[in-house]
């Protein structure tokens, strides 16, 4: 059915009106016609909606592909770090002693040298001796750096400090869970409903809290997040996660 076919009909309810006659009956084919195409314009409308609910679908389902390989990758990650902290730790004590080594104070003997952390006071002595008196090939050892420019002074305490924030940093790794954004999205387009207990709560310590149901009332009272942190002893970073998240109740500034 066209808009020729509704033309061709109006043309004959014109005609049968100017003949005085009954046009009951095209009326109702008007109306089917009319309805048919409306139908199909609805169709094909829908048939977009469907289109635009499975390309939804499948990005979710790559999203998801992409988050189990991440998770996977995470958690090598952190099983060779747990493998190989020990070790690093065990570094700590004699990377300590070279430091020790850099700060001391050296006795120099008579014909012996024994630069390390600070030449300034043997160069002061070396002035005041005629070079005439020492051997032609005399030459002192010091500790230098390889990178061109870099000077050696105290960077045995800096390297120190360097492993032990890294050590520090490794240490405190953990596999934390991201959760999806909320976004205003046309209800013809939302995907089925996904089950009650999603991936978020099952991993939320809230959620998993013994007195999870007192912490929500608190939450839900409005209640500082201090307080509840004090009270129950979980942080507010997460309280306000768990708000936000699983209670739906908005994000809260952590400094409440």
Known sequence: MTTDTIKAIQKQIVAKIEAGE??????????RVRAEIAAQVEVQELRKIAEQRQALRDRAEAVKVKAKKQGEAIDRFLTSRDNI?????????????????????????PGECYLYNDSGPFQGDM????????????????LEMTAPGERSFGKASEALRYFEACIGILANFRKGYMTAYSQPTDDSLLLDNEPETSEVELNCRVCNHEKVAEINKALQNS????????????????????????????AVRLHE
Do not use: Y
Not at 22 to 31: F, I, M, P, Y
Not at 85 to 109: N, Y
Not at 128 to 142: A, M, N, R, S
């Open 22 to 31: 009954d046009v009951s009956e095209l009326t109702r084919q008007l109306a």
């Open 85 to 109: 902290l020990p070790q690093l730790l065990a570094l700590i004590e004699p990377v300590k002693e070279l430091a020790k080594m850099g700060m001391a104070s050296w006795e120099r003997d």
């Open 127 to 142: 002035r005041g001796i005629p070079i005439q008196l020492l051997p032609q090939d005399f030459k002192c050892p010091t």
């Open 223 to 250: 209640r500082s997040l201090r307080d509840i942190e004090t009270e129950f002893n979980v942080s507010r970073s997460t309280l306000s996660r768990h708000k936000n998240n699983c209670l739906n109740l908005g």
